[in-house]
């Protein structure tokens, strides 16, 4: 058994509580096993105290979207012949397929270590991540992250899906003995054929595995779905050689259309939802879905602005993902959270995205009762924040907005990645 260890500082800020100041953390074998202020622990327990005047405490970050693999994307860019130069969504997916034929699988593991790195270094202790190539499962499960891995489904021709299914299911069956827990996602619908839902749907079901999926990201989408039109059709299908799969339009919304076949539950995850009706988020909201928004990702992309105010009005779960480097400028939860805060000003306060990276996101991937605050029994994954002198009044909005990271500890451990505190 490993010694106990006493955390404190200025501050300790938890979602949906006011500051404390004076807090602290007692942790041991990397979890939280008391948590009040530094003079009550001080006199309870004889353990070693580390203590960050002039800083705050938070929970480690919960990116509940991410894409590790890609983060080499824009070496990778420029290393190719492609002429990258997307003009609008569908562009920009065909050329990130046409760099992606240019890799080797050697490509992938360096790319996917640095991508922890940035998280790690940036404050984010769980991640959503979606994995493409199920093999790759090993490179996550020997990281100091926690969270959950969902793997990708993606396919029109039966045999291939099939095979990618049942790859996909014995990799996460697997790995519920890992630190980073199994999930499945279905690409999008424009990528699965539906005639496979059901069996996405069953195979989830029958492990309990929950479901991540990119819903409505952009018009195009709409448009494929509803009628089979647009560039989707036009470009895409001819490029990848699915122009046999095209003829058979849902006539309704990719919302309705997952909840034709089952794939809403409380456990699903709806990426981006920037293309979502009214009716579309009666329908998530009636399943108690979670949705991921990724604001960054989408303006760079334009593919629009989720319709957050009506996400809120309807008390959509929310939590917040930074996707991937091939649609971001960085992996940081800071700068999205930020970002968020001055795209939708009249829509989100500080306490909401603080909510959205940590409790919303930790609940979103299904991982509650182990990390997104600081409470008894919890991973001690944590921040500490500078940058937060003063009273508190207003020190919770400072830390938002002002907040300057300065180490982070990761089921205990100190990530020695982290920027020293004269940053």
């Known amino acids: 058994m490993s010694e106990q260890v006493i955390y404190a500082a200025s501050w300790l800020i938890n979602p949906g509580a006011p500051p404390v100041a004076g807090g602290a953390l007692l942790v041991q074998n990397g979890s939280i096993i008391d948590t009040g202020p530094l003079s009550r622990l001080r006199s309870t327990y004889s353990a070693p105290v580390f203590d960050y005047p002039g800083c705050a405490l938070l929970p480690g970050f919960v990116n509940a979207h991410t894409h590790l693999e890609l983060t080499h994307f824009p070496s990778w860019k420029l290393r190719s012949s492609v002429d990258y130069s997307p003009r609008k969504f569908t562009d920009w997916i065909i050329q990130l397929i046409k760099i992606a034929r240019g890799l080797t699988a050697d490509d992938y593991p360096p790319s996917i270590q640095e991508g922890v790195r940035m998280c790690l270094e940036s404050g984010t202790t769980a991640i959503g991540e979606i994995v493409t190539n199920p093999a790759l499962a090993e490179q996550y499960y020997n990281s100091s992250l926690f969270g959950r891995l969902y793997f990708e489904l993606l396919g029109q021709e039966s045999s291939h899906f099939a095979a990618k299914l049942a790859a996909a299911t014995a990799v996460a069956d697997q790995g519920e003995a890992q630190a980073l827990l199994s999930g499945l996602s279905p690409h999008t619908l424009y990528t699965v054929g539906h005639e496979f839902l059901a069996a996405i749907r069953d195979a989830a079901a029958s492990r309990s595995l929950p479901l991540a999926i990119h819903l ?186 002002e907040g300057i990271l300065r180490e982070l500890f990761a089921g205990g451990v100190r990530y020695a990645g982290t920027p020293p505190a004269d940053v």
Request: charged share 25%.
């Open 216 to 401: 409505s990201e952009s018009r195009s989408e709409a448009d494929f779905i509803f009628d089979g039109s647009g560039d989707l059709a036009t470009d895409l299908y001819p490029f990848v050689g699915w122009e046999r799969f095209l003829g058979h339009p849902a006539h309704c919304s990719s919302t309705e259309l997952l909840e034709r076949h089952g794939l809403l539950t409380p456990t699903t995850l709806a990426i981006h939802c920037v293309h979502v009706s009214m009716a579309d988020v009666r329908i998530l909201k009636s399943h108690g879905v979670h949705v991921v928004l990724c604001p960054r990702s989408n303006e760079l992309l334009d593919v629009g602005r989720a319709p957050v105010a009506l996400f809120k009005k309807f008390g959509i779960p929310l939590a917040l993902g930074t996707d991937s480097l091939a649609s971001n400028n960085s992996l940081s939860l800071w700068d999205e959270l930020r970002f968020a805060l001055e795209m939708f000003p009249d829509d989100l306060t500080e306490q909401d995205v603080f909510r959205m990276v940590t409790t919303g996101g930790a609940a979103a991937l299904g991982v509650s009762d182990a990390c997104g605050s600081l409470e008894i029994g919890k991973r001690a994954d944590f921040q500490v924040v500078g940058n937060c002198d003063g009273d508190e009044s207003g020190v919770f909005e400072r830390v938002m907005r």
